[in-house]
């Protein structure tokens, strides 16, 4: 005897199919395409391509509650390698100054990874396909004593954690 597939079934097949599709297409997304967000809070990461830059290795910006974006790269260290990320806040252009930069640099640290297993891995390039979890040490506490924090900026402080939300076309 032949049974037909009821619409109910069908619906949840199709359904079913659309969720796999999506969570493969989150999978295949590039670091530099990929889209991040903060669970606490309304903030958000969206990583750019680099252009070939001969020090930078990932480019990104990180906006936050009411509109506050911050500019945020990555250049790995030498001796023994890690992704060094620094977030700054309306640094001047052209030639600055250590000192200049300095004063707009808001949080700096080693960026980590983390896969839906749980495994931690420091942030791969920017061709790579983008990890389910970003990790930035300590960014709360760091935003939160910087000058883009309070009355005339951002007010809710996101957690260190960004999961990975979707891929820029």
């Known amino acids: 005897m032949q049974s037909a597939m009821s619409p109910a079934v069908g619906s949840v097949a199709g359904l079913l199919a659309l969720l796999f599709a999506n969570s493969a297409a989150l999978a295949a997304c ?16 969206d990583f750019r391509p680099t252009m070939d830059s001969a020090t930078v290795t990932n ?12 500019d945020g790269i990555v250049m790995w260290t030498d001796g023994v390698a890690r992704p060094h990320g620094s977030l700054m806040y309306k640094c001047p252009t052209g030639d600055v100054t250590g000192d200049e930069l300095a004063a707009c640099t808001v949080w700096e640290g ?10 931690i891995a420091l942030l791969p390039a920017e061709g790579v396909d983008a990890p389910k979890t970003l990790i ?26 960004f999961l990975l939300k979707g891929c820029q076309e």
């Open 110 to 119: 080693v960026i980590y990874s983390a896969d839906d297993k749980g495994n």
């Open 30 to 45: 590039p670091l530099a395409l990929a889209v991040y967000g903060d669970a606490e809070s309304e903030a958000g990461i």
């Open 136 to 161: 930035f040490p300590d960014l709360g506490p760091s935003l939160q004593m910087s000058a883009a924090y309070g009355a005339s900026g951002f007010s809710k402080v996101p957690w260190d954690a």
């Open 59 to 70: 480019s990104f910006k990180m906006v936050l509650d009411k509109g506050v974006v911050l």
